[in-house]
Every structure is written in structure tokens, then in C-alpha cells.
């Protein structure tokens, strides 16, 4: 009897340095985040609980004290202000990477390469995240703008509350197009479906993600170790098959 009680006490240390991180992701990244996980997991023996959402809302939801420990956010200011406000750890921002936006729609060439088909505006309906609370929203504001089109298409303009809701609405045909993330409409470096333009860089300002911790992960091993795994080439490469820069 004393062997199964040896080996029972030899394996308390590891259990007890295995933490459990509750990690807010921005909604772009979640399909990244989800391909990330199994492989963090089994290396470092931590779980990650993973949550998915318009970054302006985990704002107030961390601000509120949501007990998230990491922040993956879609903009590089939301980290910023959590750090001034003592509500993220200083020295652990930093950009995991750039997004880029894309209008899609899952029909075959119902979008051309050049992005033509928003001075056409014969549609129904173009979908976009909500400008205030998605940086995607903004982005693709900026560019309706950039192209003189915002006053014409305004009528046209459907709004999800975050980038996850914006490509429901366009995969369901509720709206004809939308601006989405490219990396929602791509995998292994590959358009899933569809038809897409994605938008010059030069339209909008860089969607620069940063990552922070946050307080209630300060003293959390885990919440370290998963911030230095997105920081890793094979993290990276993962990334980039999503479509994401750096």
C-alpha cells in the first residue's frame, strides 16, 4: 500500500502548479486561439478557459472585475488604458500580431478583387462590426471613408455588437457582404468559401493586437507561460495560416 500513497503524494506538486486561465479573446482571434490550445495545453499542463467577444466589452467586464487573467484584444489601446488604470501588469503588453480585414461574402464572385462591388451598392445589406465596441468596425469604417462611400452605403449598413456576430450575419445571407476578419474566412492559409477582397492596408489604421495580463493572473505561472507560447515561431506559424501579420 505504500507505493500507490508515495506516487500519490510525488504528483501533489504537479497538480498544484497546474493552473486553470481564464483567457478573454477577442472574436477575430477565437478560431486562432481554438486551433493554439490543445497544443499549449499538453505542453505546459495548464487549461485554458476561453472566452470569446467584442474587445470594448471585455473592457467593461474587466473593468466591472471579470476575473479574466489574459487579454487577447483586437486593438493595441485597450491593453494600453488597462495598464494605465492598474487593471493590467506593466512590462507584459505587447503586439501578438496585425490583423487584416476583408470583405467576403460566401458566394462565389460576388466579390471581386478590388472591392469594386461597393461602388456598384447593388445589395441589400453590407454587414459590420460595431465601430465603438470592434476595432474591425472601425477599421472598416475608415475605409468606407477612405473611399468616399460611407454617406452612400450608410443605409446599408448592418452592425454586429463584435466580428463574430458580423460573419453570422453575412454566412447566413442576412446581409449580402460584410468586413470581416480574414482570419474568421481562412484556414491553413486557404479562403474557406467564397469570394473576397482583402482591404490595402493603406484604407484604415493598422488592427494592431496587443496582449496583456491582468491582475487577477499576476501571480498565475500559467497565464505567463501562455503569453510566451503566442510568442513562439510554431504559434506564429499557426497564426499566419489565419492570415494575420507581424
Keep these: 500500500m505504500r507505493l500507490p500513497v508515495l506516487l500519490f503524494c510525488a504528483l501533489l506538486p504537479l497538480a498544484a502548479h497546474a493552473d ?12 486562432v486561439m481554438q486551433k493554439l490550445a ?21 473592457y467593461a467586464q474587466i473593468r466591472a472585475g471579470a476575473p479574466f487573467m489574459v ?56 454587414a459590420i462590426a460595431s465601430p465603438k465596441a470592434a476595432p474591425y468596425g472601425q477599421a472598416a469604417m475608415e475605409t468606407l471613408q477612405a473611399l468616399k462611400l460611407d454617406a452612400t452605403l450608410a443605409p446599408k449598413l448592418v452592425q454586429g455588437e463584435s466580428i463574430a456576430q458580423t460573419y453570422q450575419f453575412v454566412a447566413t445571407g442576412n446581409a449580402d457582404f460584410g468586413f470581416v476578419a480574414l482570419s474568421q474566412i481562412m484556414e491553413n492559409g486557404k479562403l474557406r468559401a467564397g469570394s473576397v477582397w482583402i482591404v490595402p492596408a493603406a484604407l484604415h489604421q493598422p488592427i494592431r493586437q496587443d496582449a496583456i495580463l491582468l491582475k487577477p493572473g499576476a501571480n498565475s505561472a500559467g497565464a505567463r507561460a501562455l503569453l510566451d ?18
Design 20 to 31: 486553470t486561465i481564464p483567457v478573454a479573446v477577442a472574436a477575430n482571434f477565437m478560431p
Design 71 to 126: 487579454l487577447l484584444a483586437a486593438d493595441d489601446s485597450t491593453p494600453l488604458k488597462l495598464e494605465q488604470e492598474g487593471l493590467g501588469i506593466t512590462g507584459t503588453r505587447f503586439n501578438y500580431a496585425t490583423g487584416q480585414l476583408a470583405l467576403w461574402s460566401p458566394v462565389d464572385g460576388a466579390v471581386d478583387k478590388d472591392g469594386a462591388v461597393l461602388k456598384l451598392a447593388n445589395f441589400r445589406k453590407l
Design 229 to 246: 507560447y503566442l510568442k513562439t515561431p510554431a504559434a506564429r506559424a499557426v497564426m499566419q495560416q489565419y492570415g494575420y501579420r507581424f
Design 38 to 58: 490543445p497544443g499549449f495545453e499538453k505542453q505546459s499542463g495548464h487549461t485554458l478557459q476561453l472566452s470569446s467577444g467584442a474587445t470594448g466589452k471585455f
